[in-house]
């Protein structure tokens, strides 16, 4: 499956890093989502682009600051996070207007904060 | 506030045989989607099967169909003829039905299914 596709795959940072996670979605659609998946919790949604307008902040930090510069690519930008950051971040995209507006996952971003 | 709930956090079945997942959600609204997704060691997060609740008739994918209750908000996945490649966290997953927004998914906790030979 490469309609969505995720880098770095992992990712290791100290507290004082600043790097950025990027997202790519080759299916054509109009809405990009960021996720957190931390162990033993449900998927969080952490934002929503619905045509690069931000529609939906889950009381994110602000050590959490999106970027959505086209339909295509959607960047999570990260800078002094704390050890409890630590996770998978999944970003999703869909069509919506369409149908289920079903969601596509990619392969995720699996952060270590030390 | 929507809530999905799954309250079976491990589920074994041998190989062949068929197994149920359970799923009750929590909603006031009368229009959702409902998905089953699969994530593998891999973690790609894989949609499986999903349902429309304007929908009676429950949704099947080859091996996989739901039973779907919607009074009962219910929302079990039935697997038959199991396979090793099915072992994996199972996420039920709850989406309002608003039209012309990103609506977002709101998922359980998820089932672990082991596939044993």
Redesign the interface.
């Known amino acids: 499956?490469t309609g969505v596709t995720q880098t770095p795959r992992h990712l290791v940072m100290g507290m004082t890093n600043k790097k950025s996670l990027k997202c790519e979605q080759h299916l054509g659609h109009n809405?990009m989502?960021w996720y957190k998946q931390s162990a033993?919790?449900?998927?969080e949604?952490m934002f929503?682009?619905?045509f690069k307008e931000q529609?939906?902040n889950?009381s994110v930090p602000s050590r959490f600051s999106p970027e959505c510069p086209n339909s295509s690519h959607l960047f999570l930008h990260l800078h002094t996070l704390q050890p409890e950051d630590s996770a998978?971040y999944?970003c999703?995209s869909?069509q919506?207007?369409v149908g289920?507006?079903?969601?596509?996952?990619?392969?995720?971003t699996?952060l270590t904060v030390l | 506030a929507q809530t999905?709930t799954q309250s079976q956090p491990e589920m074994s079945v041998q190989e062949a045989e068929t197994v149920t997942l359970s799923c009750t959600y929590d909603t006031s609204e009368s229009d959702y989607?409902l998905?089953w997704?699969k994530q593998p060691p891999?973690?790609?997060?894989?949609?499986v099967i999903?349902q429309?609740a304007y929908k009676q008739q429950n949704a099947t994918e080859n091996r996989f169909s739901v039973n779907f209750q919607k009074a009962a908000k219910s929302f079990s996945l039935k697997i038959s003829d199991s396979q090793l490649g099915d072992a994996a966290m199972y996420?039920c997953a709850y989406?309002s039905a608003i039209?012309?927004?990103?609506?977002?998914?709101?998922?359980?906790?998820?089932t672990r299914l082991q596939v044993t030979l």
């Open positions: 499956e809405a989502y033993k919790k449900p998927l949604l929503v682009y619905n529609t939906e889950n998978l999944l999703a869909s919506v207007l289920t507006d079903t969601q596509y996952f990619g392969p995720g699996r | 999905v989607y998905f997704y891999s973690r790609q997060m894989i949609l999903r429309e996420f989406r039209s012309g927004t990103a609506s977002k998914l709101t998922f359980g906790t998820g």
